[in-house]
């Protein structure tokens, strides 16, 4: 029984922080919320690009690190914690996935050198539209070899080169340039940036088999492991801010970290943490291993996460007071981010009706 | 990460298997006049085999085991229908409190036959006044020559009807603030004046006692720790409750998820109707997060370290499932859900058992709020709670009912 990081990993993903903490201060996620003509911070992008991080899932002969996704999710653990403003979950978690879940030797070969260095940035564009993407819901086609259609939101639309595109019969890569407009679109998390992407003749190549939903959802699981360690480091950035102003601020004579509401509301963000990570741990072990119960795993881990992560960042506001509210608190970082991740593979709601249709499907068999 | 034991673990675990299969079916095949007897019979077979009490030392009846081949030895066991609560208190909390406190002949006396299960102890502790605030206890103990006379109540000891000893907590100075007047002594709980009434559950069951104090004399050499010392002695048994009080058994989502399959929602089977699957899917999320933070724990036992303070927050996520989903299921029933008899409702009423039985779990061996409290002070470094009564004597602090 080993359910915990290995010693290694954990030295990586010490390390991890502390680059982050000196190349990813809250002032570097500022400079992109405060810039509405910055998608994403290039230099920090560079950055991880050079420690390696874009490959860590990558084989080696496809210029990755060949690490593994144990070590993909320590990183996503410290992304989360910085709030990276960069377009890495795009890039990584679901075109690289993407990629290797479905892509011929050449797409691969092609491609996933280019994620590794950094030079070329992904985007993932399934939705058209308000609700949970379904087969029903898609407008997206492809005749001639040239795919039409409008996708919104898709994150990192704006800034990508490579786009994997939901259409009906399938996913489809769209290089960016020819066919393919995009408009920046204002959203909650600005820090990282969306678009609507309108597809019109875009010259577009077969990614894998026929049945886009059953692919896109292969990809949503892998990610929703990937994003719940995102998801859990926000969380716990959140708890150890509202406990450091806990201890600070004084109210009525006391610190108000000492009033049973406050440590009742922080007891909880811990409990909740907690059933997070060791839900996002089983969903690493199940993603690592290639394991059957990925699908249930991950949903697990996505619902568990999302939940520990919009409660951490809301409470810690509250936590926080009048001063909680200003623009110039880092509180509302988090709360905007944890409503990126939690929409951006698709809604809780939608991923609480995923579990139970793989409870049911478990029963049955 | 892995969830496969390491060569020595393996080893361990198929021994054990082996000597589960076997003992059990010599067990099972053995008549027992009671339930407790039984009991018995299966912890005196665990200790000849080395498996009660793995990880203490074989010169006190134990294993000589590690953390990690107790847990090992726990998930093997837990594929058998025995019954191991009666020593659960006894083995989890009393008895290391005495072999911590006692003179060696006390020990010698007492731990080899608590370890095979002849003799049943129970922990004294709490008080109709005394609940949270355990140290807010009455029971008075007056020094009489040799012996020390005691007079009081105490409350929620479970197992006392069956238990041979006990120890427990008294008053011995109400001069001095609450927490520096309290003395700790072992007793036999067959001893003169001594009164055990069970008390009445709201769920109808009756597994704790009222335990009455009239005058019983307990020798000053049964003594655990000094005089005025017994707070100290008192936190050393504590440490032991939560890893001793489990989360309880009852009903989980995979129950309610075959309930649901079967049972009629408001437009079809229960198990469609969507709002229902929202709330199934927290609680396996609950469920399956306390089951992987078990894992957590187990490898660093399996490690050799000591489990992380992670392990804190089983009883309260537990507990109040345990709730949600008991209501859950009577709810879904409609009118119907009001009918407890177990030969009509569902699952034998079990859903309704856990409705009744869970606000006790929700404050048995530390309430939600006390559960908090630690986290947030243990766990996140938050104050403490202000004292209002800590630099007062006991006698002239406030009460109420």
């Known amino acids: 029984m080993n359910f915990d990081y290995s010693d290694e990993q954990k030295f990586l993903k010490d390390e991890a922080r502390k ?178 992407l309108t597809f019109t003749d875009a010259p577009c190549e077969k990614l894998g088999s026929d049945d886009g939903i059953a692919a896109m959802q292969a990809v949503f699981d892998r990610a929703a492991v990937l994003l719940a360690f995102e998801q859990l480091g926000g969380a716990d950035r959140c708890l150890d801010m509202a406990k450091r102003y806990a201890l600070d601020r004084y109210a009525f004579g006391r610190q108000i970290g000492g009033y049973q509401a406050i440590k009742h509301k922080l007891a909880d963000m811990y409990v909740k943490n907690e059933l997070a990570r060791s839900n996002a741990y089983y969903g690493a072990w199940a993603l690592n291993a290639g394991a059957a119960e990925l699908p249930l795993a991950a949903a697990t881990a996505r619902v568990a996460a999302s939940d520990a992560f919009w409660f951490a960042s809301k409470e810690n506001i509250q936590t926080h007071g009048g001063m909680g509210f ?21 809604a809780p709601a939608a991923w609480r009706e995923r579990l139970v249709g793989q409870l049911e499907m478990r029963n049955a068999a | 990460m892995d969830f496969t034991d390491s060569d020595a673990e393996a080893a361990y675990r198929a021994t054990a298997r082996d000597w589960l299969a076997a003992n059990y079916a010599e067990h099972q095949a053995t008549q027992h006049d009671s339930d407790i007897a039984r009991g018995k019979a299966w912890q005196a077979r665990k200790t000849a085999g080395g498996y009660a009490c793995i990880t203490w030392p074989r010169e006190w009846g134990g294993g000589g085991g590690t953390p990690i081949e107790s847990v090992i030895f726990g998930q093997e066991e837990a594929q058998y229908a025995v019954d191991g609560g009666y020593f659960t208190i006894g083995l989890g909390m009393c008895v290391p409190t005495v072999m911590g406190f006692a003179d060696d002949a006390t020990k010698h006396r007492f731990v080899g036959p608590a370890v095979r299960g002849d003799e049943i102890w129970s922990q004294l502790f709490s008080e109709p006044a005394g609940g949270s605030d355990v140290a807010a206890i009455r029971t008075r103990a007056v020094r009489d020559g040799e012996d020390w006379v005691v007079n009081g109540q105490k409350v929620w000891t479970s197992g006392a009807h069956y238990s041979d000893f006990g120890i427990v907590l008294v008053r011995t100075n109400p001069d001095v603030p609450k927490h520096q007047g309290l003395t700790m002594f072992w007793l036999d709980l067959k001893s003169p004046g001594i009164e055990i009434r069970p008390i009445h559950q709201m769920s109808g069951g009756s597994n704790f006692n009222e335990v009455w104090f009239s005058d019983v004399r307990i020798p000053d050499a049964q003594r655990l720790g000094p005089v005025d010392g017994g707070w100290k002695v008192a936190l050393f048994t504590l440490m032991n409750e939560r890893l ?158």
Request: charged share 20%; aromatic share 6%; net charge negative.
């Open chain 2, 244 to 401: 001793a009080v489990g989360a309880g058994g009852g009903v989980g989502p995979k129950d309610i998820l075959k309930f649901a399959g079967q049972a009629d929602g408001p437009d079809g089977p229960l198990l469609k109707d969507s709002a229902f699957r929202q709330k199934l899917a927290d609680w396996w999320v609950q469920s399956e997060g306390l089951r992987n933070t078990r894992m957590r724990t187990i490898t660093a036992l399996s490690k050799g370290q000591a489990p992380g303070p992670e392990s804190s927050i089983g009883k309260i996520v537990a507990a109040n499932q345990l709730q949600e989903i008991g209501n859950s299921a009577v709810e879904a029933a409609d009118q119907y859900g009001i009918i407890a008899d177990p030969a009509l409702a569902p699952l034998n009423a079990a859903f309704h058992m856990a409705t009744m039985s869970a606000p006790g779990l929700r404050i048995a061996g530390g309430t939600d709020e006390i559960l908090r409290n630690i986290i947030a002070e243990r766990v996140l470094g938050l104050p403490g709670e202000i004292r209002v009564d800590k630099d007062q004597a006991f006698k002239d602090l406030p009460v109420g009912a």
């Open chain 1, 326 to 346: 200003t623009w110039e608190s880092d509180c509302h970082l988090y709360y905007r981010r944890s409503r990126q991740l939690a929409l951006v593979a698709g």
């Open chain 1, 19 to 196: 680059f982050l903490a000196a190349h990813c201060g809250s002032d570097r996620v500022r400079a992109v919320l405060d810039h509405a003509d910055t998608a994403y911070d290039a230099s920090l992008w560079q950055a991880v690009a050079d420690q390696g991080w874009l490959g860590a899932a990558i084989p080696e002969e496809h210029g990755g690190l060949g690490l593994g996704h144990i070590e993909l999710c320590a990183i996503a653990e410290e992304l989360g914690r910085a709030c990276a403003p960069i377009p890495f979950a795009s890039t990584v978690y679901f075109v690289a996935e993407a990629l290797m879940l479905f892509g011929s030797d050449a797409q691969k070969a092609k491609w996933l050198p280019r994620i590794a260095a950094g030079t070329v940035i992904g985007a993932f564009a399934t939705s058209e539209g308000s609700g949970p993407v379904t087969a029903r819901s898609l407008g997206a086609s492809v005749a001639g070899g040239t795919l039409t259609g409008e996708k919104i939101p898709v994150t990192d639309g704006d800034v990508a080169d490579l786009i994997v595109v939901l259409a009906r019969d399938g996913l489809y890569l769209v290089e960016k340039g020819a066919g393919v407009a995009a408009e920046t679109l204002a959203t909650l998390d600005p820090t990282r940036s969306a678009a609507r």
